[in-house]
């Protein structure tokens, strides 16, 4: 079993910034690589970015690239997501995944999943 916790999320206005935190525990000797995914009211929770635990490969989603950056510290078995120049759009619940098999951009790809953590944009 994986426990994942997400944190910081919050209320930000458009063109601000925000760090999403992913407190990782339990069977943590799996490397498993780790995603974020969001999910706006009335739509289908989607892929925002990945990163693998060894190596450090990222994967972004086109509609994030260049504005949110995914890190890890492997030590703090923690992972990150620093999100900036934030829009409306992005408002979703975020939440943090750890990877089984598959590709990284797909949600059926990830076994255990956090509670989530609300990010609001204002415009």
């Known amino acids: 079993q994986v426990q994942l916790v997400e944190s910081g999320g ?3 206005q458009a063109g601000g ?3 999403l935190s992913c407190a990782r525990s339990g069977r943590t ?3 498993s690589a780790m995603g974020w995914f969001r999910q706006a009211p009335g739509k289908e929770r989607e892929f925002v970015a990945a990163i693998s635990w060894v190596g450090g490969t ?7 690239k ?6 890890r510290d492997n ?9 900036i120049s934030l829009t409306p759009e992005d408002t979703a ?3 943090c995944a750890s990877r089984g098999s598959g ?12 509670q989530g953590t609300q990010v609001t944009v204002s415009s």
């Open 10 to 12: 919050g209320l930000v």
């Open 17 to 19: 910034s925000l760090r």
């Open 29 to 31: 000797f799996t490397n």
């Open 58 to 64: 990222t994967y972004y989603a086109d509609s994030v």
């Open 66 to 71: 260049g504005r949110f950056t995914i890190s």
């Open 75 to 83: 030590a703090k078995n923690t992972v990150y997501l620093q999100m």
């Open 93 to 95: 619940v975020y939440y």
């Open 103 to 114: 590709s990284y951009n797909l949600r059926t790809s990830y076994n255990y999943w956090g």
